[in-house]
């Protein structure tokens, strides 16, 4: 379970939504790659040393915040998390690759992206407005929270089962951002919503790498 950016709301933003989608794409997408290849390099490391990382990342994360009215260095933040998140995950992808195989992770790298493109489309051609579900799908996320972190000590649920709930979770949190964009930013930065959409992407990515990873080692 990732961390997800919570931004206050503030005055709306002058950019048009184009150019806004464009910058908040773009800086995902860096981001990303950025994430890749730290999750390479270090793909090696110890599940406590990438512990270690993704408390370092979360001081970042806290900083993408702070550091709003400077969007370099809100940027600037926004790729060391992203290099921290990698290092983070590096150990879970490290052990899938290893016990189902490396098809496994492009899989659920390639369903990711094509859920995102899929959920962006809906949240811009739908002619319902996603925002109106934000307080919904913040309430779920706590739950969520909540669920895993019982789940860590009684085990009452299974780890499919709860990587389906990360999902539609995750899933309701992508259209309620994408709509935010839409509607020009409610206040939030290029780099804020992007880091929201980031976070979003990563958390489905590793349900369906639990879904998927499940699924291989049944068969």
Same mark, same amino acid.
């Given at each position: 379970?990732?961390?997800?950016?919570?931004?206050?709301?503030?005055?709306?933003?002058?950019?048009?939504?184009?150019?806004?989608?464009?910058?908040?794409?773009?800086?995902?997408?860096?981001?990303?790659?950025?994430?890749?290849?730290?999750?390479?390099? &270090?793909? %090696?490391?110890?599940?406590? *040393?990438? $512990?270690?990382?993704? /408390?370092? @990342?979360?001081?970042? #994360?806290?900083?993408?915040?702070?550091?709003?009215?400077?969007?370099?260095?809100?940027?600037?933040?926004?790729?060391?998390?992203?290099?921290?998140?990698?290092?983070?995950?590096?150990?879970?992808?490290?052990?899938?690759?290893?016990?189902?195989?490396?098809?496994?992770?492009?899989?659920?790298?390639?369903?990711?992206?094509?859920?995102?493109?899929?959920?962006?489309?809906?949240?811009?051609?739908?002619?319902?407005?996603?925002?109106? &579900?934000? %307080?919904?799908?913040?309430? *779920?996320? $706590?739950?969520?929270? /909540?669920? @895993?972190?019982?789940? #860590?000590?009684?085990?009452?649920?299974?780890?499919?089962?709860?990587?389906?709930?990360?999902?539609?979770?995750?899933?309701?949190?992508?259209?309620?951002?994408?709509?935010?964009?839409?509607?020009?930013?409610?206040?939030?930065?290029?780099?804020?919503?992007?880091?929201?959409?980031?976070?979003?992407?990563?958390?489905?990515?590793?349900?369906?790498?639990?879904?998927?990873?499940?699924?291989?080692?049944?068969?």
């Amino acid at each position: 379970m990732q961390y997800r950016l919570q931004t206050p709301q503030g005055p709306l933003a002058t950019v048009s939504t184009p150019s806004l989608l464009g910058q908040v794409l773009g800086i995902t997408g860096a981001g990303f790659l950025i994430t890749a290849a730290a999750a390479y390099l &270090f793909q %090696g490391v110890s599940y406590g *040393a990438s $512990l270690v990382a993704m /408390l370092v @990342g979360f001081g970042f #994360l806290i900083a993408i915040s702070a550091t709003r009215a400077n969007p370099a260095l809100s940027l600037v933040m926004f790729y060391i998390f992203t290099f921290c998140e990698g290092i983070g995950i590096a150990p879970v992808i490290g052990a899938y690759v290893r016990n189902v195989g490396p098809g496994v992770v492009v899989n659920a790298a390639s369903t990711t992206g094509l859920g995102m493109l899929a959920l962006a489309c809906i949240a811009f051609m739908s002619s319902i407005d996603f925002r109106r &579900f934000a %307080g919904i799908a913040f309430f *779920a996320l $706590l739950g969520l929270v /909540l669920i @895993g972190l019982i789940s #860590l000590f009684v085990h009452f649920l299974h780890p499919q089962t709860y990587a389906w709930l990360t999902l539609i979770v995750f899933s309701l949190l992508v259209l309620v951002d994408f709509a935010r964009i839409r509607a020009g930013g409610g206040g939030a930065t290029a780099v804020q919503l992007a880091t929201s959409i980031y976070l979003d992407a990563i958390n489905i990515f590793l349900a369906l790498l639990q879904i998927f990873g499940g699924s291989r080692r049944r068969d």
